[in-house]
């Protein structure tokens, strides 16, 4: 029996390590997962350290950084070296990202010092860029691994090296690296066991102390559950990490499906393990079939019956595959990319093949049914021009609304496309003149601004030098928009409880009354009632 562990880091939702999890456990071999460090969205001002390739996400109330590498403490190092010394796995596998690259060199380096222990990096980031990853790990595995990793515990077990296995990149002793090809991409999805989220499997490290099976309070696994009920997306845009896959896999069947009956029956154990859960469907696009929507959005409401959300993309916005998701009581809101209105940047940088009216057409289609959408915008992009941004205001000004904005800065990942098409490109944008144009694609969320007024902010020297007086309305109004969502939560809350209250209230009657009606009961009383009388007259005679 083979010990393979994993270390996810700063994200403890973790979906692809605990594939691997359950893979291996399903194959009789030991496996269990590190949660090194939790998620956290950090304001980029009490950032310490910057790495290249994060995620920054532009906020009303300034910029943030998604799944910021936190420095570690020396007590959780000590915490996580215990630990794998306690399980004493043959194999140390680290999932990781671009912008956990960093955090991915370090914890590498303290298992090394530690601890005799081959070491193994998976995910996008060794998937993408496996020659600067291989300087680090021994090993690396690109794209999908459930079934490399079964090969490899066989391996492990049979005292073997698993050095020439598709899909593994290993260096040797001398500094040589064996380079194998990808293996194809598996099409029957349904036959993986659903991810592991098993206590004794599961440890959580952060805080100074270490969790097993138990989330810490501050973390979203404990009200919220992530699904995939399809993989590969069927667009190409240069950015996403899918377009790159699609390269590995030439010819392939990209996007797979599950079936609605094994995806049901993942939810169906993860309300049981959970109780009540906010769905988060990752599908890149989870619109693409009318008829899989309207399935999936019955049974969802009759068995699962919690809240979820999805994505969605311009052209797969039809009457017809929207129209279930507005008449499904468990559907909440549905994130819609639109990334750039600028056929210079849209087109050009992104790949993204679709025009303002089909953009509209989408929005206008969502708004008809009353859907609650946020639209993703990608902003600060090498290249971009002022009429660029002026095309994005003019889109957002045409939306109509309610919406949101997520507005976030282009991240330049090595050998994506959109590092090829933007790097080395000049900012012909200052960065000051970019929080304007920033700022103003927030306002028109809330406001119908005409133009003599934007002009009037476009063309004043003071806005530009002095961005954040734009900032600061615009963090008026979102603060206002966040306590009227606050205040819809509470209330919604509140008919829940009080919902839940009344129909206790008819389950406690309703088995009094089949108490009652039951045969003997009424004699069991009358002789209950009788003997508590004689032990009463008893006591008195005593």
């Known amino acids: 029996m083979a010990r393979i562990v994993f270390i996810s880091l700063y994200d403890e939702f973790a979906p692809g390590a605990r594939y ?37 996400e532009v906020l009303p109330s300034g910029d943030h950084i998604n799944s910021y590498s936190y420095p570690a403490t020396t007590r959780e190092d000590h915490l996580l070296i215990d630990l794998l010394k306690r399980l004493e796995p043959d194999l140390l596998g680290i999932s990781l990202t671009y912008s956990q690259q960093v955090a991915a060199r370090r914890i590498t380096e303290l298992v090394k010092g530690q601890l005799d222990l081959p070491i193994i990096w998976g995910g996008p980031h060794p998937t993408t860029d496996p020659e600067r990853c291989i300087e680090s790990a021994d090993h690396v595995c690109r794209g999908e691994a459930e079934d490399v990793i079964l090969e490899i515990a066989d391996r492990i077990d049979a005292g073997k090296p698993f050095t020439d296995l598709p899909n593994i990149w290993s260096r040797l002793p001398d500094g040589s690296v064996i380079r194998n090809k990808e293996r194809p991409l598996r099409e029957d999805l349904d036959s993986l066991p659903f991810p592991d989220y098993s206590k004794e499997s599961i440890f959580f490290i952060d805080d100074d102390e270490l969790r097993c099976g138990i989330p810490f309070p501050k973390s979203d696994l404990n009200t919220n559950y ?13 950015y996403c990490y899918q377009s790159y896959l699609k390269t590995l896999y030439k010819g392939q069947k990209f996007v797979r499906e599950r079936s609605l009956d094994s995806v049901m029956e ?3 154990q993860a309300r049981e393990r959970m109780g009540h859960f906010y769905l988060e469907i990752l599908d890149n696009v989870f619109t693409l079939k009318p008829s899989r929507v309207e399935h999936f959005c019955r049974r969802y409401h009759q068995e699962i019956n919690e809240p979820f959300w999805c994505y969605t993309h311009p052209r797969c916005c039809r009457d017809g595959v929207i129209r279930p998701l507005a008449e499904c009581p468990n559907f909440e809101y549905i994130i819609m990319g639109i990334e750039s209105a600028s056929t210079n940047i849209g087109r050009m ?11 509209l057409d989408a929005a206008r289609t969502l708004n008809r049914h009353g859907i609650r959408v946020h639209y993703d915008l990608i902003t600060n992009v090498p290249g971009e021009r002022e009429e660029d941004c002026r095309e994005n205001l003019e889109m957002l000004r045409r939306l109509p609304k309610p919406f949101r904005i997520r507005l976030s800065k282009l991240s330049l ?17 200052t960065e000051k003149r ?20 934007l002009e009037a902010v476009l063309s004043d020297p003071f806005f530009e ?18 306590d009227l969502v606050t205040y819809k939560i509470k209330n919604h809350l509140k008919s829940v409880e009080l919902e839940c209250s009344r129909k206790r209230e008819q389950d406690l009657a309703g088995e009094m009354a089949r108490l009652k009606g039951r045969k003997g009961f009424k004699q ?12 009463r007259r008893l006591r008195k005679i005593f």
């Open 524 to 535: 069991f009383l009358w002789l209950h009632e009788n003997a508590a009388g004689a032990k």
């Open 266 to 268: 993942e939810l169906g």
């Open 226 to 238: 992530i699904v995939t009920t399809a993989r590969g997306c069927p667009f190409a845009c240069t």
């Open 20 to 56: 691997l999890v359950s893979t291996l456990k399903e194959a009789g071999h030991f496996s269990a997962l590190v949660c090194f460090k939790s998620y956290s969205q950090t304001p980029l001002r009490e950032v310490k350290e910057f790495y290249e390739g994060m995620h920054i």
């Open 349 to 359: 940088i992104f790949n993204r093949e679709q025009t303002p009216e089909i953009v």
């Open 413 to 429: 990942f090595p050998n994506y496309q959109v590092d090829e098409n933007a790097r080395g490109q000049e900012k012909l944008v």
């Open 434 to 453: 970019y929080r304007v144009w920033n700022a103003l694609y927030f306002l028109v969320q809330d406001l119908d601004l005409e133009d003599r007024e």
């Open 465 to 482: 030098e002095h961005p954040e007086f734009l900032e600061k309305i615009v963090a008026i109004f979102d603060e206002r928009w966040e």
